[in-house]
């Protein structure tokens, strides 16, 4: 059994951090967040410490550090993104490995310095890309490393997620703490299709504003038109007024389906990362690459047969 704290309490996907805790039969002793509307740790932990200042949950996990029955072993991050260099290097610097939410830092410079903290301090950072664990995912990447090898799969991701006027004047909506569109919603998806497809060779941006963007990334084994978008009025016809989320990939025309299975994949995560089968800094290199690189790319037009089926209602 061993001793968690989770930093950002209060985020949306701290729920999902905490069931995993539990589920693996380990113990939240502590969380924090500045926000204290954090209720749902008295159905997963009701005897966890919380803290509403930094200062004062580092100081508490100092002292639990003097007994071995007690000592933090984990620090799960959910904090808002640009903060979340700041806190992988405290927990490491505290003595625990850490497990955070993507993206795990912002560019490949903080992940350099991240791996100088690591070996300061004898921890390890896990991140949580948890579609590397879908089974879907799994299947299509087994698919593809059966198939041809010279074979380049013609692919088009869209994910639309719908999100109110609320998200704009939250810290996601903040470019400087969210690092954009992108980056927010899209990490863990161009984790995904290097996953299944290799390396990246070529990174192109299409269009990018507050709420969407759109470009074309070539793999080893892949064309990739992409659409990502927070904006419900983007949702298919089929899905609109019925549901807020639509998540689509098509590989060489066929649709794979892989909109249900998210629920217990950060549980799954945690099991890997227990197990000594987590995935650390390297494997989070390339994804952090690929939107460090759409982050500073210039827009520029589509070429023949790269711009993704929703480009034309954008460019109008």
């Not at 580092?58 to 806190?87: G, M, W």
């Not at 080893?220 to 639509?246: C, H, M, Q």
Request: hydrophobic share 40%; with cysteine; charged share 25%.
């Amino acid at each position: 059994m061993k001793n968690f704290a989770l930093i950002g309490a209060a985020g949306y996907i701290a729920p999902r951090h905490m069931r995993a805790i539990k589920d693996t039969g380990n113990v939240l002793a502590s969380a924090f967040d500045i926000n204290d509307s954090v209720g749902i740790i008295d159905s997963l932990s009701p005897d966890s410490e919380f803290f509403t200042e930094f200062e004062r949950f580092q100081e508490h996990a100092f002292r639990l550090k003097r007994d071995a029955a007690t000592a933090l072993d984990y620090v799960s991050i959910c904090s808002p993104n640009y903060l979340h260099h700041a806190h992988i290097a405290a927990a490491l610097r505290m003595g625990c490995d850490v497990i955070c939410e993507k993206p795990l830092v912002p560019t490949s410079e903080i992940l350099d310095e991240l791996r100088k903290v690591e070996e300061e301090t004898g921890r390890r950072v896990y991140n949580i890309l948890q579609l590397r664990h879908h089974q879907a995912i799994l299947d299509l990447k087994e698919k593809v490393a059966k198939g041809p090898s010279d074979k380049k799969y013609e692919v088009e991701l869209t994910y639309i997620t719908s999100r109110g006027r609320w998200y704009m004047e939250s810290w996601k909506g903040d470019p400087r703490k969210s690092f954009g569109v992108a980056t927010n919603i899209g990490v863990h998806f161009y984790d995904m299709l290097h996953f299944i497809f290799g390396n990246l060779e070529r990174n192109v941006v299409h269009f990018a504003d507050d709420h969407k963007a759109a470009g074309y990334l070539e793999y080893e084994k892949a064309k990739v038109r992409w659409f990502l978008s927070i904006d419900a009025n983007d949702l298919p016809a089929s899905v609109k007024g019925k549901k807020p989320t639509y998540r689509s990939i098509t590989v060489s025309g066929e649709e794979m389906e892989f909109s249900e299975g998210f629920t217990d994949l950060h549980t799954t995560s945690y099991q890997e990362i227990l197990a000594g089968r987590g995935y650390g800094i390297e494997d989070a290199r390339h994804c952090v690459k690929t939107v460090e690189d759409i982050r500073a790319a210039k827009v520029v037009p589509a070429s023949l047969g790269e711009g993704h089926s929703a480009l034309a209602s954008l460019i109008r």
